[in-house]
């Protein structure tokens, strides 16, 4: 019968049928962090069980190092509790005969930034990780999604994972997104289209002339955070901008051997007549430069719109979680997002620390402009080899001379597990994927948008539409 990519790569990764919703999955790759592992670590010990295949498993310090300034190779976690977690992660990666990209490794960074550009992702594959982001490989026609820690033990102990089987939606953006907008803003777009909840048990495959015409790391994004929708997995055929990419980052294939897969991987994709559970369609023009002004990644609006109100919405709990969400980001029902004065900026994380994305920020920031001075604005490159291509492109030069702090790589202030934290009432404007409540800091406010919004709004020291930017550079 035809099937979606999706089914395909399911099926083809099935070791067993465990009964009509779930099977037994095979892993191809699992990768951990120290934040989400050591339960799992423990619960082998315990046990005398093994790891099954160590070769399998790539680990990486990211959530809880900090990212000041300090020089490579001398980086050091000062909170006692933190490099506690990092020093044991690093044992037990050392016991098990498991890759780690630990805290002074030149290619240390998150985890879904060092991956691809370590060449371990490819089509086809199954790629597992305790973090619900692992739905960025989507974008290499992978199938990533994220685990608990007692599933990561039976991952490291048997390279499976009982697996209930997701229903398929398939979601087509036609034409091009318009000058000024990126996969950043068709995501949040889309999100509050659809709702948090809107892709809640499917597996997403994004197909369509808008997604043909993004760069893989823009597609990394668009995959990254539509699991802020609900979504189970997320999926982007590989095409020929996949196979470049991948011919970038070889891994341990030699030159001929990927032309060799890549022959295989062009049969990656959804049959003609394949039946999805759900289709969506969206017009890419009516995307705009969008930028979140609640609690929740679906709380979103263009930036020239306004906030909406608890009355706007026929559903109570829509009013009740509008109501509670103004109440927390201490703005006001009916008034304008954009010139809404900040006080942070960041831009990095796994969903905008790539160096398209610091290219992008770099781009704003002209000769003799200046970070306000009523705001601090943070650079955290998404990994060691993205800060070092920066720094030779000389992003670095502008950021540092605008103004910016520039970091080493880190989760950092995208969820404030190191000293990378937002005050109480402080407002960032950020290039993450979650503005909940706390998630930078406690009581911290939290508006997502692109990273040349972000950059823009660093400089203006308030929300603005890079639109109107670019013109008055024009």
């Known amino acids: 019968m035809p ?3 999706y089914e395909k790569l399911v099926e083809s990764h099935t070791v067993a049928r465990l009964d009509a919703e779930h099977v037994l999955l095979y892993t191809d790759l699992h990768i951990m962090n120290e934040y989400t592992s050591p339960q799992a670590f423990n619960g082998l010990v315990e046990r005398g069980v093994p790891v099954r295949r160590p070769a399998q498993q790539m680990s990486v310090v990211d959530h809880v190092i900090p990212t000041r300034p300090d020089p490579v190779g001398k980086r050091v976690i ?3 509790a933190a490099a506690r977690q990092a020093s044991n992660f690093t044992r037990n990666c050392e016991r098990y005969g498991i890759q780690l990209f630990d805290v002074n490794d030149p290619l240390q960074g998150i985890e879904h930034v060092v991956a691809p550009e370590a060449g371990l992702i490819r089509p086809g594959m199954v790629v597992l990780c305790g ?8 974008a290499f026609g992978a199938l990533g999604f994220g685990i608990g820690t007692s599933e990561i033990e039976h991952v490291l102990a048997t390279q499976t994972l009982s697996y209930r089987v997701a229903q398929t939606m398939r979601i087509r953006i036609d034409g091009l997104l318009p000058a000024g907008t990126t996969a950043k803003d068709l995501v949040l777009c889309l999100i509050s289209r659809i709702s948090a909840q809107g892709a809640r048990g499917f597996a997403v495959e994004y197909t369509g002339e808008a997604i043909g015409s993004l760069s893989i790391e823009a597609r990394m994004t668009l995959c990254n955070m539509t699991v802020e929708a609900g979504a189970r997995a997320v999926l982007i055929a590989p095409d020929d901008k996949t196979f470049a990419y991948l011919r970038e980052h070889l891994g341990n294939l030699d030159a001929a051997q990927m032309e060799t897969a890549i022959a295989g991987w062009r049969d990656l994709h959804s049959d003609a007549d394949a039946h999805f559970d759900e289709e969506l369609s969206f017009s890419a023009a009516e995307v705009a430069p969008f930028v979140t002004w609640g609690t929740s990644p679906d709380q979103a609006i263009p930036v020239d719109g306004n906030i909406p109100g608890p009355s706007d919405g026929a559903d109570r709990t829509i009013s009740s979680a509008t109501s509670r969400a103004l109440d927390y980001i201490g703005l006001a029902a009916g008034s304008r997002i954009e010139g809404t004065p900040i006080d942070r900026v960041f831009i990095g994380s796994c969903t905008n620390g790539r160096i398209e994305d610091l290219r992008a920020a770099a781009a704003v920031v002209h000769e003799g402009m200046h970070v306000a001075p009523s705001v601090r604005a943070m650079i955290v490159p998404g990994s060691g080899a993205v800060r070092a291509q920066a720094e030779k492109e000389g992003l670095s030069e502008i950021f540092i001379k605008a103004g910016f702090e520039w970091r080493q790589p880190g989760c950092s202030m995208c969820l404030a597990m190191n ?7 402080e407002r960032c404007a950020s290039t993450t994927n979650r503005n909940f409540e706390g998630r930078q800091g406690r009581d911290s406010r939290t508006h997502l948008m692109s990273p040349a919004m972000a950059a823009a709004a660093a400089i203006a020291g308030c ?7 670019e013109r008055a550079d024009a």
């Open 78 to 80: 000062v909170v006692e």
């Open 419 to 425: 000293d990378d934290v937002l005050r109480p009432g």
């Open 3 to 5: 099937q979606t990519l």
């Open 463 to 469: 929300i603005t539409d890079i639109r109107k930017w």
């Open 131 to 138: 973090d619900s982001h692992t739905t960025t490989y989507g």
